[in-house]
């Protein structure tokens, strides 16, 4: 079983700053997957980004970055040069254990409100 | 090269009515999730379906509701005799059967009990 704190319930930035979606998450499961997913007003849910608990590589994906560090079961998520699209509800979301059986139910956080102010 | 499908997008019932929502996982995708939402919340679990089985319901509701994936068409979430508490939007996703890929969603189906 896993469960997620999205502490932030609320931020808004001005266009073009950068901003930080913090995740903690805590599990059981020795080897699991994290995502995270943007819910537009429009309500649609967009898959952003996967990782699996053996790689703690952050990585940079245009004006996204990851930042994983398993020792704080933590897995935040940055914007930078921030635009108005980006406003949303970001959720992150754990999944495990990774095994054969394919079970990939998510665990979804209370999510994080991101308004842009133009 | 379709999304997940789902529909209706929204759907109004009267309390006691059943409400049926289906969903077609993307092209070449063997695994269907339910999810629901309720008003100002996030996703919670429901149920993990692949063709014919279901392999996890430990998030669905003891009474009144249920899933199916059958071999041929799209996956169904069927509540009955819903009451006002089922208001909420319902999120299919689906993943092919490699793990780690993610699960794409789609559009959610809106279900009003008035």
């Known amino acids: 079983a896993q469960k997620v704190t999205q502490a932030q319930t609320e931020i808004s930035v001005v266009e073009k700053e950068d901003v930080t979606l913090d995740c903690v998450y805590e599990?059981?499961?020795?080897?699991?997957?994290l995502f995270w997913y943007k819910q537009p007003p429009s309500g649609e849910l967009v898959f952003l980004i996967r990782r699996n608990s053996f790689d703690e590589q952050n990585e940079i994906s245009g004006r996204y970055s990851w930042n994983f560090q398993k020792s704080t079961s933590s897995f935040n998520f940055t914007i930078t040069a921030s635009q108005v699209v980006d406003s949303a509800v970001y959720f992150c979301a754990p999944a495990g254990p990774i095994s054969n059986f394919g079970n990939e139910k998510l665990t979804f956080g209370t999510g994080t409100r991101l308004t842009i102010i133009p | 090269n379709a999304g997940v499908m789902q529909n209706p997008r929204h759907l109004v019932r009267r309390r006691g009515q059943e409400a049926r929502l289906r969903c077609s996982p993307m092209k070449g995708h063997s695994h269907v999730y339910w999810y629901r939402q309720l008003p100002e919340e996030g996703l919670k679990f429901m149920v993990y379906?692949?063709?014919?089985?279901?392999?996890?319901e430990s998030g669905m509701p003891k009474e009144r509701f249920s899933a199916e994936f059958p071999k041929e068409g799209p996956s169904i979430l069927r509540i009955q005799q819903v009451v006002r508490g089922d208001s909420a939007a319902y999120f299919c996703?689906?993943?092919?059967?490699?793990?780690?890929?993610?699960?794409?969603f789609g559009p959610g189906t809106r279900l009003t009990v008035t």
């Open positions: 379906l692949q063709k014919e089985n279901i392999i996890d």
């Open positions: 996703a689906s993943s092919p059967s490699q793990q780690g890929l993610g699960q794409y």
């Open positions: 599990t059981r499961d020795t080897t699991y997957y």
